[in-house]
């Protein structure tokens, strides 16, 4: 399978966490570029989950949404679990994401992302600490960076 995965929005894969057990992530977005949008979801479980785990998960149960590069699916590391029939994409959102200004005490920016390519930039708004919407923090993960803080978010690195 290495190199090769083939994967679309609305599929669900395994997540393997930092202490040898398992969690899953719903692809919402996926550029050509291979940058991913993904809502990971608890718990984590010592067996592998299967399709039944997710029904009935939605946007607003996940512990960690990000941006990430997709080389854990395309190197086998993340286990795909399919897709279900129900697969809506406006359940799932492009989120605001949300990055402190690191010059600034009391700054924040809010990034916004086309939401057909999570590649690509759409916009970006300063605001104050007092206005800053709830959203997933802005950047690019790596897959093993993703696992590490969805392991953490579980309580299991």
């Known amino acids: ?23 899953v992530m719903l692809i919402a977005r996926r550029s050509r570029s291979k940058i991913t949008l993904g809502y990971f979801f608890g718990p984590a479980t010592q067996e592998l989950p299967t399709l039944r785990n997710v029904v009935g998960l939605r946007a607003g149960d996940a512990v960690l949404v990000c941006l990430f590069g997709a080389l854990g699916i395309s190197d086998g590391v993340w286990i795909p679990l399919g897709r279900l029939e129900t697969w809506n994409r406006d359940d799932w959102p492009m989120p ?29 708004t300063v605001v104050r600490s007092e206005v800053v919407p709830d959203g997933p923090e802005d950047g690019l993960f790596g897959y093993v960076a993703a696992q590490i803080v969805l392991s953490q978010r579980l309580g299991v690195a």
């Open 1 to 23: 399978m290495t190199g090769t995965a083939k994967y679309r929005e609305g599929d669900w894969f395994i997540v393997p966490l930092c202490d040898g057990s398992y969690a």
């Open 96 to 124: 605001v994401f949300v990055q402190k200004n690191p010059l600034t005490e009391n700054q924040y920016f809010l990034r916004f992302y086309d939401p057909d390519d999570p590649g690509k930039p759409a916009g970006e």
